[in-house]
């Protein structure tokens, strides 16, 4: 499995990818996250666009895609946090918009990974209902922070890891 930067001309494939990923979760009892057309294709093309955007190779073929950013403040929904705390104030980075295509597996796996070989730190959200990403998150080293809210005004369990430098 590889990582490259997404392009503009994958958009049609992660579009694809990211309606599988919402069946998955629908099949495994998570109704409500990513719903009423998001994330949409211009929160994707913006993706691209910023060069936060890239995709999971498995033989030539887009399998997965995330976004990542990463820097001093990288997500404003991340300043206030209820019912715990942030590790610390290191700088970190952020994945959002994790998808799969549910045709390989290790997707997040490889995905964090990429992210960690770039930064130290990750903070990271998901919905309450999405079970498998947060044993995921649990299964890898993630610590249970609180709850944040989105620009929606939803509430999403946040996580962060911290590893030692590289």
């Given at each position: 499995m590889k990582i490259i930067a997404a392009q503009l001309e994958d958009i049609d494939q992660i579009m694809l990818i990211i309606e599988r990923a919402k069946?998955?979760?629908?099949?495994?009892?998570?109704?409500?996250q990513w719903i009423n057309g998001y994330p949409s294709r211009e929160?994707?093309?913006?993706?691209?666009?910023?060069?936060?955007?890239?995709?999971?190779?498995?033989?030539?073929?887009?399998?997965?895609?995330?976004?990542?950013i990463a820097g001093s403040d990288p997500e404003?929904?991340?300043?206030?946090?209820?019912g715990?705390?942030?590790?610390?104030?290191?700088p970190y980075g952020v994945i959002h918009r994790l998808a799969s295509s549910g045709t390989a597996r290790g997707i997040a796996k490889k995905a964090f990974d990429f992210v960690f070989s770039r930064i130290n730190t990750v903070r990271v959200d998901t919905n309450h209902d999405n079970i498998p990403m947060?044993?995921?998150?649990?299964?890898?080293?993630f610590t249970y922070c609180g709850i944040i809210y989105v620009s929606d005004g939803t509430p999403r369990d946040a996580f962060?890891?911290?590893?030692?430098?590289h």
């Open positions: 069946h998955i979760m629908r099949k495994n009892g998570n109704q409500t929160i994707i093309e913006a993706d691209i666009r910023s060069q936060h955007a890239f995709v999971c190779l498995v033989d030539m073929e887009i399998a997965g895609y995330f976004c990542f404003p929904n991340y300043k206030v946090i209820e715990g705390d942030w590790l610390n104030n290191a947060q044993n995921f998150l649990k299964n890898s080293g962060q890891k911290t590893i030692r430098n």
